[in-house]
Every structure is written in structure tokens, then in C-alpha cells.
């Protein structure tokens, strides 16, 4: 997917023309742009993940955040053009702490800069790598018998195996994964385990879960990043390799396996990129709760708001989760991935998961 | 200090005390050497301006404490009160119950002919000192300076040093008493006390001279007299039948009749038969014959006959202009963005006694705003800083739910979260405390029920506040999409295509369509110049009358302006002076005549009683 400078950049100025536009004609300045919440999200029956659907939200200046919108999204294009044309590029949070300094376009938090460049996606179909905008490295890594190749600071390929070439903390993936940045050599593996939290994950390498069971491991780091997902999208069209989620067993970690899944609300727009339609969750599911006997915590007043939202969610229209959400409804109880240490360090690897993948015809016992 | 013993009701008791209150000094508040000064303090201020205020003199007052070594030090208290007749002195300062008041039917700051007596005695008992006093009278040619302790066996004035002076005041009382004390400032101390007593007396001058040589002084704001108190008979209906046994056996009168009618107010000889033969008693008899058994049957009968309320003479709330000018003298440099109109009760009764609530407060500005609100408590106009948690006030604001007027309070209960300072003043004939020392207002249910009756009607001129902001708050921010922001939209967007800045009036009304009127306004000292701005964003020439109202201050010259034929995208502004004002100035109110509301932000429509109101307060109050 090439775009060039200038196509980027007319796509950039046309945004701002139908403001001009508007003004020049006497109407009210105004921007339309896909609703980008849940109730506006359908399945994409071709590629299998959730995208916008055809409902519209209307940035207008008729009222102060209205008008607020618009000139903070003219001083974002003002700001990529000039990126554009002197070759920079900026971080999301540098955008942010730039903003500072743009008067009525400043940004009150790095969230509303983020959903800004997001907006700035969907409404010009272009991503925001387009825009010389990219988030932090956050940290999200592999271990497994891949090999990939990733071009460096020098323009050159180093060729990396994530089982030999890297040590306890695994390849860390950077914020791009795109074909001009990381190339997928070859893969031996079974299966793709995506795991929520970094203890997990140290306990699964310490194990040797990825030699045991022949797979490769992804640290998620809680929800994650879009490179993690297209990196994990990538191994599952590329090396056709299933994709397995292990989260902790509570709402905001069923949201984690929806995003990987199915695509996160926020960038449904790009959902075929990024969404893996064959995941799996393996688990924490409420029913394990039960079944192992975790040692719990009870569910906040926000978890509970959490989980009958999802149940108003698309995404989890289905038996499975509709059950495992009312089964957590009606226990009160969460339970994270390192619960299941109560039955010792290694249950984990030789019980836990061998059980729940052969079960799901991952693994056969 | 000077009314004990003046009054043509007076009827000195004679108890020997002295002993006893040497020995349980924590039942009069002096339990510790911090308390203690402010015991002192406290007991004099509030002599002081019982005095003036009967005498009709704006009060004048002198505070020194010095520090005499350690743990002593030397408490001057002078006033321009009415001075002390020189006879009466030695029973006022050196007899303890040695007052007028403990039976006269009327409120006041002191009741009990205790208290600078008590202060006098604890200065002799932990310093072995006497105290000093001067005194002189209006007329009189010289003052008397009194050397005076108290002799404790039997409880009489032991004076020492008698003598005539020459004062370059008019009239006035000082005191001077030394005694073992801490000083401190901040909270329950001498210096709160005073701030609170300055709050709810504007007509009062008060200079502090604090032990380490600083003065600070309450300026008088108010140059007008309290409203005093007129004594009155007793009420009959609640007394206890002890108390009007008390008055059967002093009365002159020849029969119970005459009594009834006599010696009690609102009892008519019509209401006293009725009474009577309800009671089955002699309307003939003497009343200092009467039995126990009939007194009992009068106070039952007193109960079931249709007496009219109290007369309310006999009560002296602060009032309006009172709290207003007293809280923007003392808060004033916190800046509050809104002062209140007191709530005042109608007057209610309790075991007789008249009572009644009033409550101030100021809301917003630089108060904090995640801290628990505060009360300022008084009874009978004297602050109580002591024992909170068993006031009724404290209670009484507890237990209202100030949420639906837009305070934060966990669960509707409990001391509520905001930037307000909220003045709670309870007043009666005899307010009942929760200990001699007279430190928290005791919660009886219907003392309660009337302060929750006063919050409720604060809590809703403070939601009235709330929703006022939010209007201009809106106003405001429409104001700022059509002047600030869309200009901004067009200057940015012609720039980055590199094109001309589109005229953006058409869009302008589109979205506006009304009249907006804003002001600029600018402070030096106690002056605010106000620019007021009126922009038409209708499509049609406007004409009305506008009507500026400042908060607080005074306003120069009009305050009514017509606006004659505005064209459409047009603005005029209009300036003038406001004078005397004291801290922040909130921003001009604005109302306006002669043109449909829908079609305005920033304004108000002129009230129907416009000025009709204002008047009334005048009168009222004067």
C-alpha cells in the first residue's frame, strides 16, 4: 500500500476546503465523519471483522465543542503538512505537547489528540503512518521460533530469530510491522499464544511453554497497540497460524480478545488490517472460574456497567460469551491469569493450558 | 460590661458561690489556659456590645493582650459604652450572680451575671492578681478607677484601690484583668472570635493589639445602630411550674386574675377566666396563696386555651444589611463570588420562649472547593467556637440533604463539600445550651426543625445561584464561539489554503441570532470601570432598554440606558463607574425592557417589582 506525498496531501487540503467551503457559501462549517461507538459497528461478512457501519456524526460550529473540533483538526493537518514537507515525523504524544503552544486548537488530553489523528484516518481512508504520526513503542514483545527480518536505523534487514537471537524479555515489536519494516522469514510453530499480562508471559518463557507446546509467544501489554494486533494478523494470514487469546478472567480482558478478534471500536476502521477473525480465547473465562476453584476478587460497580455494555455489544453476540458474561454477572467474581498459581507454579503449563487448548483442538493430548 | 445591675427589673441573687466555681472553673469554660483567655475576651466583647447596643451607641472597642512572662498575661478590654454607675461596680465585677437578667424575659448576648465575674476570679485565683477597672458615665466630670478582687468564702467584692480619675473619654468601661493563659491564633482562639464577632456587627470599630505588637482592626462598615431587643413580660404558655410559682409569690398583684393579666404578656382578662375555670381555681385569690396542685392546673389550663403567639419584640436578629455588610467585610478577601440575601424565620416558640433562625452565607470565589463546607455558628449574636459536634446548628446541617442545591455530600447526610461559608445565627429568649458555659445550642427537635427550615430556604437561593451562573455560563460560551472561535476557523483555514479570509457575519447570525451583552470591567482600589458591549446577531434593527445592576457597590450617575435603532452585525458599547467596592467585583447583572427574551443572552428581563423591592429593605431595615 504506497500512497504518495502528494495524494496524502491533497486528501489533507480537502478537509479543509469543505470548511472554507462552507464558510464561503454562508453556511456553518461542518465536518461528517462515520459514529465511531459500538452501535455503530456491523460485520464485514467478506473479511469477517466488525467496521463502521453507515450511521454519521456531524462536527459542527454551531456549538463550542463543535467549533472547538475543527480548529483543532485544521491545526493537526496544518501541522502534518509541515512535517510533510520538512521530511519529520512526530510521536502522538509529541503532537500533544505541541499542541500546547496552538492556542484555541490546543488538546486538553493525549486522548483527544489520538482521536483526532484517528478521526483524521477515517475520514481521509489513509493511516496515521501517512500522516508522519506514530505511537510510543510500548513494549509489547514475542519469544518463539520465528525468524523475521526488521530494517534498522541503516536502511539495512537484520535477520532476528525470536527463540536464539533475543533474551528473557523476547524481540520487542516495534510501532510499524508493515512489509518496508519487518519481513516474516519463517515460523515453526503450531499455534500463536497472545498472552494480557507480562507475568503471565515470564512464567510461560521461565516454563518453557513455547518449546514444550511448539508455539510462539506474544506479550499483549493489556489492550494491544495496532502494531502488536498486525504483527499477530500477520502470522495468522502469513504463516496460517491459529491465533490463541489468555487473558485474566475479567470484562476489560473479554474487550482485549474482542479488539484482536474482531477489531477495537476505536479503529474499526482498519479492522481488516488488524482484526483476526479465527481467534480464540482459551481463557480466563468465567466457567474456569468455577471449574479451578480460583481464588477471586469481586466484581466494582464499574466492572459490573462494563459487562452489561458488552452484552449490548455486537461483538460479543454470540452463546459463548453471552453465557461466560452472565455467569460472571451472576457469581460477582473476576479472577486474574496468576490465580491459577494457587495450585502451584507450574499448573499453568503442564495442566492448565494443555486441557483448555485440547479442548479447543489446538493441541492434541 | 456595664448593663448588669441598671435595669429597673433588677433583682440581684445572692448565692455564695465563689467557692464553688474556684473549684469546678471548667463549668464556666475556663478549663484551660488557652480557653481561659479566650473566656475573658469573650465575656467582656460581649458586655461591651450588650451596652452599646441598649444605649444605641456605635460600638467602639480596645482589645490589648500582653504578655506579662510565661504563662500570664495582662487583658485589656475598653469600650465607649454607657459606662458603669460607681456604686453598682463592686457587685457587677466582684459578686458572682450579681445580674439583672437571670429573670428578665428578653434576649441578649449575657444572661446569668456570671461570666466577667467569673473572669475576675480566675485572674485572682491563678495569679493572685485583682483586676482593674475604669469607668465613667456620660456627664460626668471624672472617672473612677477601681483595684477589686473577690473575697471567695462569701462570695463578696473585696476592693482595694477606689478612686476618682481623669479620662479623655466620653463615656466607656475598661477592664484590665491578668491571668494564667496561652496565647494562640487560628482556630477557637481570641482572634476567631473576634473575625466572628466583626462578621455580624459591621458597625463596630474594633483595634487588637496582639502580643507580639501587631494591631489589626475591624473597620466599621455600617454606621447604623442594632436592632435592640425589648424585654417583655413572661409568656405564659411552656413555663415550668416552678417559675410561675416564682412569680405568684413576688406579684403585688391582689388577685390570681389580676395576675394572670398583669404579670404574663398576651393574657387578656377574657383568656385569664377562661384559664381560670378551666383550672377551676378563685379568680379572687391572692396569687401568693396559691397551691402547687392549682399552679399545676393553671399550667395544664394555660395549654388548652387559645393564648396568641409570643409579642417578638423581645427578639433582635442580626438583619439583612447586618450579615451582608458583616461578610463582606470579614470574607471579603476571599473573594466569594456570590453573598447571599439572609434567610430570616418567622419567630417560633420553645417551652415558652420565643426563638428564631437566620442564616447568611457566601458561596464561590477563592473558598476551597473540595473541603467541608463551614459553619459559622452564633446564639444570641455571640459566635460559638467550641463543642461543634454537639450544636444543634452543626447537627442541623447535617442532617439536611444539600445535594439537590448543588453541594457534594456522601449520601444526602454529614458535613456537605463546597466552597461556602454558611453563617447560622439562632436567637431567643432563652436559648437553651448544651452546658452552662453556653458553647453549643442544645438540639431540641423544634429549635432543629426551625434552622433545618432556614437551611432549606438557603439551599435554594443557592441553587438559584447555581442555575444563574449556568445561564450566563452559556451566554459566555456563545459569546465566545461567534467572537473568538469562528473568526479563528476562517483566519485558519483561509491561511493554510492560502486564500482570503471569508466575511463571516452570514454565518454569524445564522447561529447566533440574538442580542449578546458582555461587559469588560477593570478595578483601581474600591472603583470598577464596566464596558458593557451589546452585539446584535439578529437579522433585524433593534431597539430596547437596558437596566445595569452592580452586586455590590454603588453606581455612578444612571443606571438605564436605551439602545436606539442597533443594525444588525452592529455593536455599541456603553461605560460607567461603579463606586465602593470592596473585594472582587462579580460583574454587572443586567436586565433589560422592551424586547423579547429568546432573542437575548446575557441579560434578564426587567422583574415587574423592579426598584419596588430595593425600597422596601430600606424602610424596612432603617
Known amino acids: ?365 | 460590661m456595664s448593663e448588669k445591675g441598671r435595669s429597673p427589673h433588677s433583682s440581684p441573687v445572692e448565692i455564695s458561690i465563689s467557692e464553688f466555681f474556684e473549684k469546678n472553673r471548667h463549668i464556666l469554660g475556663f478549663d484551660s489556659p488557652q480557653k481561659a483567655l479566650y473566656m475573658i475576651v469573650k465575656e467582656a466583647l460581649d458586655n461591651s456590645l450588650d451596652a452599646c447596643e441598649e444605649n444605641g451607641i456605635l460600638p467602639d472597642i480596645y482589645i490589648r493582650i500582653a504578655k506579662v512572662d510565661q504563662d500570664r498575661y495582662e487583658i485589656t478590654i475598653r469600650d465607649n459604652g454607657p459606662g458603669i454607675g460607681r456604686k453598682e461596680i463592686p457587685n457587677v465585677f466582684g459578686k458572682l450572680l450579681y445580674g439583672s437578667r437571670f429573670h428578665a424575659y428578653k434576649q441578649s448576648r449575657g444572661q446569668q451575671g456570671i461570666g466577667i465575674t467569673a473572669a475576675v476570679l480566675y485572674g485572682q485565683t491563678t495569679t493572685g492578681k485583682p483586676s482593674e477597672i475604669i469607668t465613667k458615665r456620660a456627664g460626668d466630670d471624672v472617672a473612677f478607677r477601681f483595684v477589686l478582687g473577690i473575697n471567695v468564702k462569701n462570695n463578696t467584692p473585696n476592693v482595694m484601690v477606689e478612686e476618682p480619675v481623669i479620662w479623655d473619654q466620653k463615656s466607656g468601661t475598661e477592664i484590665k484583668i491578668t491571668a494564667r493563659a496561652r496565647y494562640h491564633t487560628g482556630k477557637q482562639s481570641v482572634v476567631e472570635y473576634m473575625r466572628e464577632t466583626a462578621a455580624v456587627n459591621p458597625n463596630m470599630e474594633l483595634t487588637y493589639d496582639d502580643p507580639d505588637g501587631n494591631r489589626m482592626v475591624f473597620r466599621r462598615v455600617a454606621d447604623m445602630i442594632s436592632r435592640t431587643a425589648e424585654e417583655v413580660k413572661p409568656y405564659p404558655v411552656g413555663l415550668e411550674i416552678g417559675e410561675i410559682k416564682h412569680l405568684a409569690g413576688q406579684s403585688s398583684r391582689k388577685t390570681v386574675r389580676e395576675f394572670l393579666v398583669g404579670d404574663f404578656s398576651r393574657i387578656t382578662p377574657g383568656i385569664a377566666d377562661e384559664i381560670l375555670s378551666f383550672a377551676g381555681v378563685d379568680i379572687e385569690k391572692r396569687p401568693g396563696k396559691l397551691t402547687t396542685e392549682e399552679i399545676s392546673r393553671i399550667k395544664d389550663a394555660m395549654r388548652k386555651v387559645n393564648v396568641p403567639p409570643p409579642p417578638l419584640r423581645c427578639l433582635s436578629p442580626f438583619g439583612e444589611i447586618f450579615i451582608r455588610k458583616g461578610l463582606m467585610n470579614v470574607y471579603g478577601d476571599l473573594k466569594p463570588s456570590f453573598y447571599s440575601k439572609p434567610v430570616e424565620r418567622k419567630p417560633s416558640v420553645y417551652n415558652s420562649n420565643p426563638f428564631s433562625v437566620e442564616v447568611g452565607f457566601v458561596y464561590g470565589g477563592d473558598l476551597p472547593v473540595d473541603q467541608q463546607i463551614r459553619i459559622v455558628r452564633y446564639a444570641n449574636k455571640v459566635p460559638l467556637l467550641y463543642q461543634a459536634g454537639a450544636c444543634a446548628i452543626t447537627r442541623a446541617v447535617q442532617e439536611t440533604d444539600w445535594r439537590p442545591y448543588g453541594l457534594e455530600q456522601r449520601g444526602g447526610n454529614g458535613t456537605p463539600y463546597g466552597p461556602l461559608i454558611l453563617l447560622v445565627h439562632v436567637y431567643g429568649v432563652r436559648i437553651p445550651y448544651t452546658s452552662e458555659s453556653k458553647e453549643a445550642v442544645a438540639p431540641v427537635p423544634k429549635i432543629l426543625e426551625e434552622i433545618k427550615a432556614a437551611l432549606r430556604t438557603a439551599g435554594r437561593e443557592l441553587k438559584r445561584y447555581h442555575q444563574k451562573s449556568l445561564k450566563r455560563k452559556k451566554a459566555y460560551e456563545k459569546f465566545n464561539l461567534v467572537g473568538v472561535m469562528l473568526p479563528e476557523i476562517a483566519r485558519k483555514s483561509a491561511s493554510l489554503l492560502g486564500r482570503s479570509v471569508p466575511d463571516i457575519d452570514p454565518v454569524i447570525s445564522k447561529i447566533a441570532n440574538v442580542l449578546f451583552i458582555t461587559e469588560d470591567i477593570s478595578k483601581n482600589g474600591d472603583r470598577v470601570s464596566v464596558t458593557c458591549h451589546v452585539f446584535n446577531y439578529t437579522k433585524q434593527i433593534r431597539s430596547f432598554r437596558l437596566v445595569a445592576f452592580p452586586p455590590v457597590g454603588n453606581i455612578e450617575g444612571t443606571d438605564e440606558f436605551n439602545i436606539e435603532k442597533l443594525e444588525s452585525s452592529r455593536r455599541i458599547d456603553i461605560d460607567f463607574q461603579v463606586s465602593d467596592v470592596k473585594g472582587n467585583y462579580p460583574g454587572t447583572i443586567y436586565y433589560f425592557k422592551g424586547i423579547d427574551p429568546v432573542h437575548v443572552l446575557g441579560a434578564e428581563p426587567l422583574p415587574a417589582d423592579w426598584k419596588v423591592s430595593g425600597i422596601e429593605v430600606e424602610v424596612g431595615d432603617s
Open chain 1, 1 to 365: 500500500m504506497v500512497i504518495l506525498q502528494k495524494d496524502v496531501e491533497m486528501k489533507l487540503r480537502s478537509i479543509v476546503e469543505k470548511i472554507y467551503g462552507d464558510l464561503m457559501a454562508g453556511e456553518v462549517p461542518e465536518l461528517s465523519l462515520p459514529s465511531r461507538t459500538k452501535n455503530n459497528i456491523v460485520l464485514d461478512e467478506e473479511n469477517l471483522v466488525w467496521r463502521y457501519g453507515s450511521q454519521m456524526v456531524s462536527r459542527k460550529a454551531s456549538s463550542t465543542d463543535g467549533a472547538g473540533y475543527l480548529i483543532k483538526t485544521i491545526y493537526v493537518i496544518e501541522f502534518i503538512l509541515d512535517m510533510m514537507r520538512s521530511g519529520k515525523s512526530s510521536t502522538l504524544r509529541e503532537m500533544y505537547y505541541i499542541s500546547e503552544g496552538w492556542n484555541l486548537g490546543k488538546f486538553h488530553s493525549q486522548s483527544e489528540s489520538n482521536l483526532t489523528a484517528e478521526d483524521l484516518e477515517v475520514v481521509s481512508n489513509l493511516l496515521r503512518e501517512d500522516f508522519k504520526l506514530r505511537p510510543e513503542e510500548n513494549g509489547a514483545s514475542v519469544i518463539g521460533n520465528l525468524t523475521i527480518e526488521e530494517r534498522n536505523r541503516k536502511g539495512i534487514f537484520k535477520r532476528i530469530n525470536c527463540k536464539d537471537d533475543v533474551g528473557d524479555a523476547g524481540y520487542q515489536i516495534p510501532y510499524t510491522v508493515e512489509e518496508d519494516k519487518l519481513r516474516i522469514v519463517s515460523g515453526d510453530a503450531d499455534f500463536v499464544l497472545a498472552i494480557e499480562t507480562g507475568g503471565m508471559f515470564d512464567r510461560l518463557v521461565e516454563n518453557g511453554f513455547d518449546e514444550e507446546l511448539n508455539a510462539i509467544l506474544v506479550h499483549l501489554k493489556g489492550q494491544p497497540a495496532r502494531s502488536t494486533r498486525r504483527l499477530l494478523k500477520r502470522l495468522n494470514t502469513e504463516l496460517n497460524l491459529p491465533v490463541i487469546v489468555f487473558t485474566d478472567g475479567d470484562p476489560w480482558s473479554f474487550r482485549i480478545f474482542a479488539s484482536v478478534a474482531y477489531g477495537a471500536i476505536k479503529t474499526a476502521h482498519i479492522s481488516q488490517y488488524l482484526a483476526v477473525p479465527t481467534a480464540e480465547f482459551v481463557g480466563i473465562t468465567a466457567t474456569d472460574i468455577l471449574t479451578y476453584d480460583l481464588p477471586t476478587d469481586r466484581l466494582s460497580e464499574h466492572d459490573v456497567d462494563a459487562l452489561n455494555s458488552e452484552l449490548k455489544d455486537p461483538r460479543f453476540n454470540t452463546d459463548f460469551w453471552k453465557s461466560e458474561i452472565e455467569i460472571m454477572l451472576k457469581t460477582g467474581k473476576k479472577a486474574e491469569q496468576q490465580a491459577l498459581a494457587k495450585y502451584g507454579l507450574d499448573f499453568v503449563t503442564t495442566e492448565y493450558l494443555p486441557e483448555k487448548l485440547s479442548q479447543l483442538g489446538v493441541i492434541r493430548r
